[in-house]
């Protein structure tokens, strides 16, 4: 599985945008792109995932570059309940599933 | 519809011990993965069961195990714990074994005096 780079901890304004980069240079064609996120004290959540084409549910978008080296996941209008550790990570389409998390980013939404 | 269920939630043994921690997926789940997820490492993959069958392994010592039943439960087991393995214990459920999204309990927490 392809390893993923995101920052380290980010802040956003309650009501704004908020913009989770994801750098997956080396994400191979049958890698789909996952996004989970876990607030504390609770088990991860899943949040959107993607192949290559942008993607959006009723709680976020994600945009995929169109070389799939890199995706940013959208939170359109984050709320407080927001505040979370967002994960990033490569799935392959086969029968492995086997995932590589690393730490996420660690998103504060402030009011 | 009732989420991953992970029993117990809280859980302090010593070191020698061993302890077994259950995991019951959404009803109709065939695949169950156990991770562990301390401060400093995040999330790390143990071991996947599908139908009852063992398909991935992470890189853990032997001390660590895992069965699934044929209802789709499954359960894991670490053996002579060690301070180390005190770790929030989570457990998956997914549909298939691929590609479909992965739903998590509220974990275990373990801790090893």
């Known amino acids: 599985d392809a390893k993923t780079t995101q920052p380290t901890s980010m802040d956003c304004a309650e009501g704004r945008a908020a913009n989770l980069p994801c750098n997956h240079s080396?994400?191979?064609?049958?890698?789909?792109v996952y996004w989970y996120r876990q607030i504390h004290s609770q088990g991860p959540q899943y949040i959107i995932h993607g192949l290559k084409n942008n993607e959006t549910n009723e709680m976020a978008s994600l945009i995929i570059t169109e070389d799939r080296k890199s995706s940013t996941l959208i939170l359109p209008h984050a709320t407080l309940r927001d505040t979370a550790v967002y994960y990033c990570i490569a799935l392959n389409a086969g029968n492995n599933r086997k995932l590589i998390w690393g730490l996420g980013t660690s998103l504060a939404v402030n009011p | 519809k009732a989420g991953v269920t992970q029993t117990p939630r809280y859980l302090i043994k010593t070191r020698g011990q061993q302890v077994t921690l259950s995991c019951s997926p959404i009803s109709g789940h065939r695949s169950v993965s156990w991770y562990q997820q301390t401060p400093g490492q995040g999330l790390q993959f143990l071991f996947e069961y599908f139908s009852e069958t063992q398909r991935n392994k992470g890189n853990f010592p032997g001390r660590f195990s895992g069965r699934q039943f044929s209802n789709s439960r499954s359960e894991m087991n670490v053996s002579t714990l060690e301070l180390g393995d005190s770790a929030l214990y989570l457990c998956a459920s997914s549909l298939e074994a691929a590609n479909t999204e992965a739903f998590f309990g509220q974990g275990t927490r373990l801790t090893v005096v």
């Open positions: 080396t994400i191979s064609g049958n890698e789909y």
